[in-house]
């Protein structure tokens, strides 16, 4: 097997929270909660409100959402954790705003976010687990005591700056925001030419929701044309993204990255490097993919993921598990 995240640690709170979750449960939840591992749904994956499957809060007892929510807080750090909360908690920011606006959208509510799992929790075979609603969409896959894949992981947040109410000024994902600019902030002209490869952002990240993350190649400045200054930025940038995790996970992460050198690592930029107007970046290094967009509602609404494009849910581990026991 390949690519296995070394973390007995996090796969045993894991299958611990998986286990008390699903025991938890009636029949009927079961059904909505519960797949096989190599069901289709585990690889389908969105970030918009929608009704989904899995088993949303809404439809949980108060003991059960606290172990949906202590399951989800096994994969994260604290940090993160919090964050990930802000962000559901969001939905009650974000649903005044629109109706002052008049606007009509998908309802936003804190309950509409839904708990999955694939497999058996503990077993001998790989299981995985997701936690996905408006703006938070986090999976994880585990085999015996390896956690074996961590993404797609996506974060987003609308309004990405609370600019009236009791909030106001509160901007959940800002530290990734904020160190990409310092980033650019830092670059000379020529460097700065390099690394925005075009004038306008996208409308979302690139790689949307695909199961399988394609980009043809690396674009932008590499970090071999960095100061040392701007990769110690790229490494902190880098490590918004991996530090999302849970620190063994996160940790034997960024040694890889670290063992493989930033200097084969990319940095891309699209739209004008100037705050409070449309914006996109990328960074990319073999497998590993971040994207970051921040371009609808006049630049206040931020969606970003990291992805591992050969091993995004367990891809790569599960390929040789099936050529190993599964093909004749």
């Known amino acids: 097997m390949v690519n296995q995240i070394a973390a007995t640690g996090a796969a045993a709170q894991m299958s611990s929270a998986g286990n008390a979750f699903v025991q938890s449960l009636s029949a009927e939840q079961k059904n909505k909660a519960c797949f096989e591992y190599l069901d289709g749904e585990r690889i389908f994956w969105y970030y918009p409100p929608m009704n989904r499957h899995g088993l949303a809060l809404r439809d949980m007892t108060a003991p ?33 705003l629109e109706k002052e606006a008049g606007l009509k959208t998908f309802v936003r509510d804190t309950e509409l976010y839904y708990f999955t799992i694939f497999g058996q929790p503990g077993g ?29 992981f996506f974060f987003g947040a609308n309004p990405a700056e ?25 670059l ?8 925005i490869i075009y004038d306008q952002a996208p409308s979302d990240i690139l790689t949307f929701n695909a199961s399988k993350a394609s980009l043809s190649h690396q674009e932008g400045l590499s970090g071999s044309q960095m100061s040392g200054t701007q990769k110690e ?15 063994d996970l996160a940790q034997e992460r960024m040694d890889a990255i670290k063992s493989q050198g930033i200097d084969g690592f990319s940095f891309a930029w699209m739209g004008p490097a100037e705050k409070n107007q449309p914006h996109y970046y990328r960074i990319h290094g073999g497998d590993f993919v971040v994207e970051f967009d921040n371009r609808q509602d006049g630049a206040n609404h931020i969606h970003s993921v990291w992805r591992d494009v050969e091993n995004d849910f367990a891809s790569d581990v599960l390929r040789d598990h099936l050529l190993l026991f599964h093909v004749i």
């Not at 807080?73 to 993160?80: F, I, N, Q, R, Y």
């Not at 959940?172 to 830092?186: C, Q």
């Not at 000379?188 to 690394?195: K, M, P």
């Not at 930025?233 to 620190?247: A, H, K, M, R």
């Open 64 to 96: 059960q959402r606290e172990l949906a929510m202590n399951l989800m807080s096994t994969g994260m750090t604290g940090k993160s954790y919090e964050m990930a909360k802000l962000i559901i908690e969001h939905e009650d920011v974000l649903g005044p």
């Open 233 to 247: 930025t790229l490494v902190s940038l880098i490590g918004e993204y991996v530090g999302q995790v849970s620190d």
């Open 124 to 152: 001998t075979e790989p299981w995985g687990w997701r936690a996905e609603g408006h703006h938070v969409s986090v999976h994880f896959s585990i085999w015996g005591d390896k956690v074996i894949s961590v993404t797609p």
């Open 162 to 186: 609370v600019r009236k109410g009791p909030k106001t000024g509160l901007r959940i994902l800002g530290g990734r925001e904020d160190l990409a600019f310092d980033l650019m902030d830092s």
């Open 188 to 195: 000379d002209a020529g460097q700065r030419n390099t690394a």
